[in-house]
Each structure stands twice: as structure tokens, then as C-alpha cells.
């Protein structure tokens, strides 16, 4: 009888740390390296887009977005692009 009464709490016990380490398994640790990636033949991939982009990239770093914004615009759609790599290359991947 002593046997059966450890038995079913015993039981209990491995259920639940078996389950706790199936949810373990399941979720996943946060990371901390988002990668921006803008498809450039995509919608986030025209000039407007492009421009919004670095205005938000920007503010978010504490910088002023209007001599950027007025550079992109200095030139055609390649020149944006350039000019957007080079404040922003290191935080955003560009794919054509």
C-alpha cells in the first residue's frame, strides 16, 4: 500500500517536470540581433519607402533626418540608394 501511494504523487511529479521541460524546449531565447533587410525591387524599396526608413532609423539614433533626407533626394534613385547605405549600411541589409 506505501508503494502505491508514493507511486501516484511520484507520478504526478515526473508528468509535470516532463512537461515543463517540453515547454522549455518550445520557446525559444529572445535575440537581440534583428536584422533589417530592405528587398529594394520590393514595395519597401522605393524612394518614399527609403526615405521614411531613414527618417525613422534617424530619429531613433538622434539624428537630425533633414540633411539626409535632402541628400537622397539630390540626386536619382541610385544616388538615394548610396546615400541610404552610407548612413545606414550598418543597421540595414539592401538586396536587389
Do not use: C, W
Not at 530592405?38 to 519607402?49: E, F, V
Amino acid at each position: 500500500m506505501a508503494s502505491t501511494r508514493l507511486t501516484a504523487p511520484l507520478t504526478a511529479l515526473l508528468t509535470a517536470l516532463l512537461a515543463a521541460q517540453k515547454l522549455k524546449n518550445m520557446i525559444r531565447k529572445k535575440t537581440h540581433d534583428r536584422e533589417i533587410i530592405i528587398d529594394l525591387t520590393g514595395p519597401d524599396g522605393n524612394a518614399y519607402s527609403l526615405m521614411g526608413y531613414a527618417t525613422n532609423l534617424a530619429m531613433q539614433l538622434g539624428i537630425d533626418p533633414k540633411p539626409i533626407i535632402e541628400d537622397m533626394k539630390s540626386g536619382d534613385y541610385e544616388n538615394l540608394v548610396s546615400v541610404f547605405d552610407k548612413h545606414f549600411g550598418s543597421f540595414v541589409t539592401l538586396e536587389r
